[in-house]
Structures are given as structure tokens and as C-alpha cells.
């Protein structure tokens, strides 16, 4: 079975600065998805970025870029010029296929608290 | 606003009830998800519907069932409710195409249940 591993429960970053947070997992597919969606203290689950196991470019969305390493199944977010606005949970997320034929596996998540 | 909605926000009722939760899908996606958020269990996958149909089925309970209506929208009935079934529970939906890399699951505000 697909396991999301998130090591840091608690992150920290000065306003401005960059933050980067880690990911790990675990599967014996060649062909999957992996995601970051942020929960803000409203609870709502938003899409950060994604990234498609085939393509070899990481991923970048605006101010959010991954570090996507298949070889090692790490998959970071970093986060640059960092806002308050950004203070949430992050999970890191896996699925088999596009995200729309297939589960999400989740991490447990990292709580970021941007400092003004 | 990510298209997807959830009725009712909150819910309160006591042990040994039944309970059921609301979703409407983005319009035109065809597929949605439920998932639960607890604190010792994080995020997790109960069930897929897609097109009314049963697609997937991940830690749900035999307590709790789910359906697809031909409209799209779906409910989640959960009953014999215990204090363990205190959560917050997620719809997602996403419009599978022919090329599912396209595509990704969307949330809804989800409902939180507290249970007595």
C-alpha cells in the first residue's frame, strides 16, 4: 500500500523569507500524482500545485515550486517571499492516477506559522 | 470558492443516532469523494462514487454508506454514531476526462460532526 510520510509536524518562517517543507513517500508505481493542499485555520482544503510522476520539470505556481526527486520519493514544497497569509497546514498528497480516477493518500501534515 | 458544497456546516447529536451529509458537486464533475479528518486518524478516504456508481472504497465503517444521485449529488449517512465518529467530513469532486492528467479533486468546506 502508498504511504505519505510529512517528519516536520511544525514549521516556522520570518515574513519574506523562504521555507521549505518535506515530503517522502512510498509506492511501487511508475505512474502517479503527487500533491500539496494548504488548510487554513477556515478548514478548507485548497490545491497548492501539483506534479505528475512522467514529467521530469518540477512543478511551479507562482511563489510555490516542488522539488520532485523520483528516484529518492521525495516530493518538498518551498514556498518563497513567504506571507502571513501562507500560515496553515500543509499535506502532502499521492495518488495513483490523475487525481480524479483514484484516492488520495495523505500525509499528516505540517503546521507553518509565518512570523511578521 | 471551490464550486463544491456541503450541507449542514455543523452537526451535533448523541451517541447512537443517525446522521446524514449533504454534497453537491462541482457542476459537471461526475465523480465524488468523501473523506474524514479526525485528530488521531487524519485524513482519510471512506468512499468514491462516480456517475452514481460505486468506484472505490477506502476505510469506511459498515456503519456508514453512501450514494450517488442522478442529479450528482451525494449524501454520506452515517449511523449508530459513536464519540469516535466526531470528525470533519470532506466531500471532493473532479470531472474525469479522457486524459486524467488533466484533472484534479476539488474540496468543499466540509461538515463538521460532533457527536454526544
Known amino acids: 500500500a502508498q504511504t505519505v510520510t510529512q517528519s516536520q509536524p511544525e514549521m516556522s518562517v520570518q515574513e519574506a523569507e523562504t521555507v521549505t517543507l518535506s515530503c517522502t513517500y512510498d509506492t511501487s508505481e511508475s505512474d502517479y500524482y503527487l500533491f500539496w493542499y494548504k488548510q487554513p485555520p477556515s478548514r478548507q482544503m485548497i490545491l497548492v500545485i501539483r506534479q505528475e510522476a512522467y514529467k521530469q520539470q518540477n512543478a511551479t505556481e507562482n511563489r510555490f515550486s516542488v522539488n520532485f526527486q523520483k528516484a529518492a520519493k521525495s516530493f518538498s514544497l518551498k514556498i518563497s517571499d513567504s506571507q502571513l497569509g501562507d500560515a496553515a497546514m500543509y499535506f502532502c498528497a499521492y495518488s495513483n492516477y490523475g487525481g480524479s480516477q483514484g484516492n488520495l493518500i495523505f500525509g499528516k501534515g505540517t503546521k507553518l506559522s509565518v512570523k511578521p | 470558492d471551490s464550486g463544491v458544497t456541503q450541507t449542514p456546516k455543523h452537526l451535533i447529536t448523541a451517541t447512537g443516532q443517525r446522521v446524514t451529509l449533504r454534497c453537491s458537486p462541482r457542476s459537471g464533475d461526475l465523480s465524488v469523494y468523501w473523506y474524514q479528518q479526525s485528530l488521531d486518524q487524519g485524513l482519510q478516504f471512506l468512499i468514491q462514487y462516480y456517475n452514481g456508481e460505486e468506484r472505490a472504497k477506502g476505510n469506511i465503517l459498515e456503519r456508514f454508506s453512501a450514494q450517488q444521485f442522478p442529479d450528482l449529488h451525494s449524501e454520506l449517512n452515517l449511523s449508530s454514531l459513536e464519540l469516535g465518529d466526531s470528525a470533519l467530513y470532506f466531500c471532493?469532486?473532479?470531472?474525469?476526462?479522457?486524459?486524467?492528467?488533466?484533472?484534479?479533486?476539488?474540496f468543499g468546506p466540509g461538515t463538521r460532526l460532533t457527536v454526544l
Open positions: 471532493a469532486s473532479s470531472n474525469p476526462s479522457r486524459d486524467s492528467r488533466l484533472d484534479t479533486q476539488y
